[in-house]
């Protein structure tokens, strides 16, 4: 048995305490303690991109984190993510290009796209294909997945220039 | 996997060289090596877990006087939006814009780079040919001390280094570019992201009038460490850059690299990579 570590984080906007095992990863945290079961389980050593989550404003492998390193950070899941603004732009997208097959790359992949349009808002192809380098669809439809998120920068893009008028 | 008896997260450097001194202790940064190495039977745990990430001495790229000192928690996203780095590091650059993937790259750390000690390391190859040292520090008789380590002498060995464990990397200092410096940076892998080197190639100099000067070549996945190739470099150093010359560096080259067959490449097909890529490379730079 690991020793424990009490940590403290906030978690979608939800201030929250936890103990967590030393070993324990962030994504054994997320899904089998907290049960936020979004956030997926695929290849455990970084290469697919399920397990994306946002901590302090930007992207990691929660697979590759350690549960005790979450201690004061900020944490953002796809179940945050989906209530967002930006989360519901690219669910409308993705639904609009049928960017979805199996489903268990998507969590990851709204994440890791979220990020992509809030630092490049209108992001074209390249960048696109660049942000989401890390994420594994293994149904392969990396086409309609570029589209979508293609289409909710171009949404975003009309947002922040609304916004400036 | 080992357990782990106690979890401590050092707040600054003294604290941490402390608790080096008094138990076996795993080092965490980013994480992305340690997680799936000690998960995968690959690496055992030390009884003390210590996440360094807190120690602010361990933060920041700074020009100190002609010398980039580039702090051991600086991540690779970090170096890559260092203007620092981009304009006078360019080849460490290129490295990091070729490093695993956007979600790795946010909490990977050079210093963690260095310490995994992999062959095939990107960021180690371009370090290892701009002459960089790396800073570690141990505490004695009450004071914390430091010692440098050129690159060259801090790789021993697939995955192991000079670093006895009570130090800790806290820096790597490198020397910041001559003006006309150029370097390119090539790592061979079946896909752009994600991939481990099957060979990596760094290379720069600079045109002076005629010939080539401040020659440098480093190669990364074609011996137990990450090489530099001093004999290739004397091939092209003081000389005007010309096929020929090219062709002589390249089988100075593979007389320096002993390559071995493994999932990623055979011996044959890692020479061949060697002896076509350098000379690709350094033609971009020679701009032949």
Same mark, same amino acid.
Request: aromatic share 4%.
């Given at each position: 048995?690991?020793?424990?570590?009490?940590?403290?984080? @906030?978690?979608?906007?939800?201030?929250?305490?936890?103990?967590?095992?030393?070993?324990?990863? @962030?994504?054994?945290?997320?899904?089998?303690?907290?049960?936020?079961?979004?956030?997926?389980?695929?290849?455990?050593?970084?290469?697919?991109?399920?397990?994306?989550?946002?901590?302090?404003? @930007?992207?990691?492998?929660?697979?590759?984190?350690? $549960?005790?390193?979450?201690?004061?950070?900020?944490?953002?899941?796809?179940?945050?993510?989906?209530?967002?603004?930006?989360?519901?732009?690219?669910?409308?997208?993705?639904?609009?290009?049928?960017?979805?097959?199996?489903?268990?790359?998507?969590?990851?992949?709204?994440?890791? $796209?979220?990020?992509?349009?809030?630092?490049?808002?209108?992001?074209?192809?390249?960048?696109?294909?660049?942000?989401?380098?890390?994420?594994?669809?293994?149904? @392969?439809?990396?086409?309609?997945?570029?589209?979508?998120?293609?289409?909710?920068?171009?949404?975003?893009?009309?947002?922040?220039?609304?916004?400036?008028? | 996997?080992?357990?782990?008896?106690?979890?401590?997260?050092?707040?600054?450097?003294?604290?941490?060289?402390?608790?080096?001194?008094?138990?076996?202790?795993?080092?965490?940064?980013?994480?992305?090596?340690?997680?799936?190495?000690?998960?995968?039977?690959?690496?055992?745990?030390?009884?003390?877990?210590?996440?360094?990430?807190?120690?602010?001495?361990?933060?920041?790229?700074?020009?100190?006087? =002609?010398?980039?000192?580039?702090?051991?928690?600086?991540?690779?996203?970090?170096?890559?939006?260092?203007?620092?780095?981009?304009?006078?590091?360019?080849?460490?650059?290129?490295?990091?814009?070729?490093?695993?993937?956007?979600?790795?790259?946010?909490?990977?750390?050079?210093? =963690?780079?260095?310490?995994?000690?992999?062959?095939?390391?990107?960021?180690?190859?371009?370090?290892?040919?701009?002459?960089?040292?790396?800073?570690? *520090?141990?505490?004695?008789?009450?004071?914390?001390?430091?010692?440098?380590?050129?690159?060259?002498?801090?790789?021993?060995?697939?995955?192991?280094?000079?670093?006895?464990?009570?130090?800790?990397?806290?820096?790597?200092?490198?020397?910041?570019?001559?003006?006309?410096?150029? =370097?390119?940076?090539?790592?061979?892998?079946?896909?752009?992201?994600?991939?481990?080197?099957?060979?990596?190639?760094?290379?720069? *100099?600079?045109?002076?009038?005629?010939?080539?000067?401040?020659?440098?070549?480093?190669?990364?996945?074609?011996?137990?460490?990450?090489?530099?190739?001093?004999?290739?470099?004397?091939?092209?150093?003081?000389? *005007?850059?010309?096929?020929?010359?090219?062709?002589?560096?390249?089988?100075? *080259?593979?007389?320096?690299?002993?390559?071995?067959?493994?999932?990623?490449?055979?011996?044959?097909?890692?020479?061949?990579?060697?002896?076509?890529?350098?000379?690709?490379?350094?033609?971009?730079?020679?701009?032949?």
């Amino acid at each position: 048995m690991s020793a424990n570590c009490e940590i403290a984080f @906030t978690l979608n906007d939800v201030r929250r305490k936890l103990t967590v095992p030393a070993h324990m990863s @962030t994504l054994e945290m997320l899904r089998d303690q907290l049960g936020l079961t979004g956030t997926k389980y695929g290849c455990g050593e970084g290469e697919c991109g399920a397990c994306t989550i946002l901590v302090d404003g @930007t992207t990691v492998n929660s697979c590759l984190m350690f $549960a005790a390193d979450c201690d004061g950070r900020e944490l953002t899941t796809i179940e945050g993510v989906a209530v967002s603004e930006a989360g519901e732009r690219l669910r409308a997208a993705f639904v609009a290009s049928g960017a979805v097959q199996c489903g268990f790359c998507t969590p990851g992949l709204m994440v890791q $796209a979220s990020h992509v349009i809030e630092g490049h808002p209108g992001a074209d192809e390249a960048t696109i294909r660049r942000g989401i380098e890390g994420n594994l669809c293994r149904c @392969t439809g990396y086409r309609k997945i570029i589209d979508a998120i293609g289409a909710a920068g171009r949404t975003a893009l009309k947002g922040v220039e609304h916004g400036r008028s | 996997m080992a357990s782990i008896e106690r979890y401590v997260a050092p707040r600054s450097l003294e604290e941490a060289a402390e608790i080096l001194c008094t138990a076996g202790a795993s080092i965490l940064a980013g994480g992305t090596d340690l997680m799936p190495q000690t998960r995968g039977g690959r690496l055992q745990l030390q009884p003390v877990l210590m996440n360094v990430r807190h120690v602010a001495e361990l933060k920041g790229v700074v020009d100190e006087g =002609g010398i980039a000192r580039i702090g051991a928690l600086v991540t690779i996203t970090e170096l890559l939006e260092s203007a620092l780095v981009r304009q006078r590091l360019n080849l460490l650059w290129q490295a990091c814009d070729h490093f695993a993937s956007d979600q790795i790259r946010n909490v990977a750390t050079v210093g =963690g780079n260095l310490c995994n000690a992999s062959p095939a390391g990107d960021t180690l190859v371009p370090l290892l040919a701009m002459d960089a040292q790396v800073v570690l *520090a141990h505490k004695q008789n009450g004071a914390v001390h430091e010692r440098r380590v050129p690159l060259t002498a801090f790789f021993v060995s697939p995955g192991r280094t000079c670093r006895a464990r009570s130090e800790l990397l806290t820096a790597v200092e490198v020397p910041l570019s001559p003006p006309g410096f150029a =370097g390119e940076f090539y790592k061979h892998g079946s896909r752009p992201a994600l991939d481990i080197a099957a060979i990596s190639i760094a290379v720069g *100099a600079r045109r002076d009038g005629g010939v080539l000067r401040d020659v440098r070549i480093a190669f990364g996945a074609v011996a137990p460490t990450p090489i530099r190739a001093p004999r290739a470099e004397a091939a092209l150093e003081g000389r *005007a850059p010309g096929l020929a010359t090219l062709e002589a560096a390249a089988q100075a *080259a593979l007389e320096e690299i002993r390559p071995i067959s493994d999932i990623r490449a055979s011996d044959w097909y890692r020479r061949e990579l060697v002896h076509n890529m350098l000379q690709r490379v350094m033609g971009h730079v020679c701009q032949l």
